[in-house]
């Protein structure tokens, strides 16, 4: 099982916001992230994703597996995320992002929301938590 601690892809210190990190140590991170993404479903409390785009493409089978993981886990996974928040800076980006939601959405039971930057993100991660998220930074 994995502990916090041994956390590379998802960044937990200011829990209930599970921060999905981009950089060098997680490029290539499929398997890694399905553990952490189980330890984090197993701990059975409420939290919001944050991600952004890597602006690399991701190797395929990553991208894969994690789908096929999305659609065995979806029901445990809707439980406890309440929420899946994007950050895209550039307007085109976001609007196809926004028009590729509804199909994601259907696939994990999460809402999901698109957003511009930081302070959104934030925003929106407070409204999926129902204002709980004293926490955030």
Excluded at 54 to 79: C, S
Aim: hydrophobic share 40%.
């Amino acid at each position: 099982m994995v502990t916090e601690l041994d956390f590379k892809i998802l960044d937990l210190e200011h829990f209930p916001i599970a921060r999905v990190r981009i950089d060098e140590r997680t490029a290539h991170g499929g398997e890694q992230w399905i553990l952490e993404m189980e330890a984090l479903i197993n701990r059975g409390e409420p939290f919001v994703l944050i991600g952004q785009d890597r602006n690399e493409p991701e190797p395929q089978e990553d991208v894969a597996n994690r789908a096929r993981w999305y659609k065995q886990r979806r029901e445990d996974l809707g439980r406890v995320c309440s929420g899946i928040v994007y950050i895209e800076p550039d307007a085109a980006a976001r609007r196809t992002m926004l028009d590729q939601a509804d199909k994601l959405q259907k696939t994990v039971l999460s809402p999901i929301s698109i957003v511009e930057n930081e302070e959104e993100a934030l925003k929106a991660a407070r409204t999926f938590l129902g204002g709980d998220a004293t926490r955030l930074a």
